[in-house]
């Protein structure tokens, strides 16, 4: 079973759309969480952390449930400009070192 | 442009070449990564300094493969003896010292390698 764990997508969706995206972890003692947003053929660039009590930043929100180890991104009123591959980032697993796990990725594709 | 830079930004090669890539991170930042990213797939660690020791690496770093920090600075990873398989987006990340376990890392635009 892979670390992190999302569904590739391409979600394609109309300008205005709201969007969510799923992604689960397999270590139950992984610390910090985290959305990274990647543009074709560029480096990652963080989005957002995710922190258990949920977090907003414009119009991105972010969820973790640690019982069930899966962590969200909801898009709402989504523009042309989000259109990226989103990648849910797990980090400090105990014993892992400070490195970064990331998934494959979702990709979202926003359409006029 | 987060800070981290990287050279060269493309490299084509042939296969048992040697390469070279290097990584300038933010200038207070001591921790620093590489991470491998190929294609339809997330980034994948590579290694690890924090200032001039190599803490972490990972299975994937062959013996082919060797990073060095030697000032606690820049870092380089020479891959010797290239395959094909070494083809791939080499990717440089910083981070400051903080506590605990979070630390947010920046990435550089990466090195995108070609084994012929």
């Known amino acids: 079973r892979k670390e992190v764990e999302q569904d590739p997508g391409p979600f394609n969706v109309p300008e205005g759309a709201t969007v969510a995206f799923n992604c689960t972890y397999s270590?139950?003692?992984?610390?910090?969480f985290f959305w990274y947003r990647q543009d074709c053929r560029k480096e990652p660039k963080l989005l957002m952390s995710?922190?258990?009590s949920g977090n907003e930043d414009g119009r991105f929100t972010a969820q973790l449930n640690r019982a069930s180890q899966y962590i969200s991104l909801l898009i709402r009123d989504s523009k042309l400009s989000d259109s990226a591959t989103y990648l849910c980032?797990?980090?400090?697993?105990?014993?892992?070192?400070?490195?970064?796990?990331f998934g494959t990725g979702t990709q979202l594709k926003v359409e006029l | 442009d987060t800070g981290v830079s990287q050279d060269p930004r493309h490299k084509i090669t042939k296969r048992g070449q040697n390469v070279t890539f290097r990584c300038d991170p933010i200038?207070?930042?001591?921790?620093l990564y590489w991470y491998r990213q190929t294609l339809g797939q997330g980034p994948e660690f590579l290694t690890y300094?924090?200032?001039?020791?190599?803490?972490?690496k990972s299975r994937l770093l062959s013996d082919r493969f060797s990073a060095e920090r030697p000032k606690g600075s820049f870092s380089t990873l020479e891959i010797q003896r290239t395959e094909q398989g070494d083809s791939a987006m080499y990717l440089c990340?910083?981070?400051?010292?903080?506590?605990?376990?979070?630390?947010?890392?920046?990435f550089g635009p990466g090195t995108r390698l070609t084994v012929l």
């Open positions: 995710v922190y258990s």
């Open positions: 980032v797990v980090n400090g697993i105990p014993g892992g070192g400070n490195k970064l796990t």
């Open positions: 300094f924090q200032n001039e020791a190599q803490l972490e």
């Open positions: 990340a910083s981070s400051p010292r903080v506590t605990g376990h979070t630390d947010t890392q920046y």
């Open positions: 270590n139950s003692a992984s610390q910090s």
């Open positions: 200038s207070e930042h001591n921790r």
